[in-house]
Structures are given as C-alpha cells and as structure tokens.
C-alpha cells in the first residue's frame, strides 16, 4: 500500500474506519489484530498499533479484556430540542425540550454557593472571588443519562430570596426566566455558543461514554437589560444526541 505523505498510521485507520463505514466490518466484528493489520497492509507493529489507537480514540471500536477490539455499534443520533428562553407554563428548558419530544425525562441535582472562579466571573459579569450559586445536574431520558449541566447565578442578584436555590422552593425547577421575574428581573435575552471537544473523564463516566468520545458543550447565558443574571455549561454526548433549535420568528 502506497502511503504517500501522510503518516502511515492514519491511512491505515482511514481504510479501517471506511470499512466500518461501508459495512465490510460491522457493529460487534471482531477488528482485525495486530499481526493481522501489519501483514495485510505491509507496516511495522508500530503503525498497526497506533492505527487501531486512532480508532479507539474516535470511539469507533472498543477493547475487550482478554478478548480483542470490537467495532462498537452507533447510535443513530438523537434531537435534543432548544426551543429558546421564555417558559410554557413555567417549565424549565429541560421540560420544554422533552415535551417537544413527547419523551420524559428526569434529573438530580445539587447546589452550593463557592466563589466565582475567574471564567464564572468574566462569563457572568462580577468581580473574581463573589459568591455564586453553582447547581450541578444530570438528566436522564428513560433512565439513561443524556446531558450534564453546571450553572452559576450571582448571589448579589438571588441571595436571600425565595428562588436562591433553584431547586427548592415555590418555584424550584421552574426555568430562569420564571424564577427571575418572580423577584422582579426581566431576562430578555439568552446567548448560546456551542462547540464540540472530547469529553473528560469524569463526564464520560456520568455520561456512560468511554475515552475519546466527543462532546458538545452548550455555553449559555441569560441576560436581563445586559446584566448576566444565569451562565450555564451544558454538556451532551455527540454519539447519541444532536441539538435541534427551534427559534420564533421575529
């Protein structure tokens, strides 16, 4: 096999991962070993090495103890709707985007007031070290977990009022904008950047990803009159959930 100038390792994981693509090695196919890899395509144990590391780091196969390396089947992706800032009835986004799906879903969560790290003060506007609500969450969808988030609010905006915890309370679990007006501040907008990197160990263990899967990472902000009064990081398998937005026309 000519390799020209790229590595040989990813050809040999190109031509591995088109085969997976097309079918020729299909989910729960044994991929071939080591020896088997460097004899076919004429490469050091070296390359074959590396060539079955690229594949495992893109989540494409998996290895078995005392088994071998396995194609790993995909999940067809799933929408995961956002459907903007203003509420239905009070619920929360996480109750809109799984209405809008005619599926329920549930989550757990956990808050504690820390001081702002010098990102959670840049993103929500206040000085490095004022004290912050951060509430940690995971949300499941029919019991398997789909999405993380961590949100901070300023607590010179909610402390000492009935929504300082956003999931107690008359209005725990209802959605910022409702919790918010009910103490007199109007969001009248929300900022989304998204954007896509391997996830960490720890939200692939929540997430029930392995090494090397890909996130996305939703970077919201909700504003009143331009004073950030809620930033959030949301973080979603990107195997198994695509974002769909569904936005009113103005």
């Known amino acids: 096999m000519t390799f020209g100038d790229q590595p040989a390792y990813l050809r040999v994981a190109s031509d591995l991962r088109e085969k ?6 299909p989910p729960h196919a044994r991929l071939p070993s080591q020896a088997r890899i460097r004899e076919e395509y004429g ?5 074959a090495l590396e060539a079955r590391k690229v594949l495992m780091a893109e ?3 998996e290895g078995r103890s005392g088994s071998g390396t396995y194609v790993r089947e995909r999940p067809v992706p799933r929408p995961i709707a956002r459907s903007g800032y203003r509420p239905a009835g009070g ?5 809109q985007e799984q209405a809008v799906e005619g599926v329920r879903g549930t989550w757990e969560s956990a808050s504690e ?16 070290g004022e004290r912050v609500m951060r509430t940690r969450y995971v949300y499941r969808d029919g019991g398997e977990p789909m999405m993380l988030s961590t949100s901070w609010e300023p607590l010179a905006v909610t402390g000492r009022t009935p929504v300082m915890l956003p999931e107690e309370g ?14 007199d ?3 009248d907008n929300v900022v989304e950047e998204v954007s896509a990197r391997p996830g960490v160990a720890g939200e692939l263990m929540a997430l029930g990803g392995v090494p090397g899967h890909v996130v996305l990472v939703i970077e919201r902000t909700y504003y ?3 004073r950030a009064v809620e930033t959030a990081d949301v973080v979603v398998p990107a195997d198994r959930y695509k974002l769909a937005y569904h936005l009113p026309v103005r």
């Open 20 to 25: 997976i693509a097309n079918g020729a090695l």
């Open 43 to 47: 490469v050091s144990d070296t390359v």
């Open 59 to 61: 989540g494409l196969v």
């Open 91 to 95: 619920a929360s986004p996480f109750r």
């Open 113 to 128: 007031q820390e001081p702002a790290t010098a990102e959670t003060a840049e993103r929500l506007g206040v000085e490095v």
């Open 170 to 183: 008359p209005l725990g679990g209802c959605g910022v904008v409702e919790r918010m007006a009910a103490i």
């Open 185 to 187: 501040v109007v969001v």
């Open 224 to 226: 009143a009159s331009g």
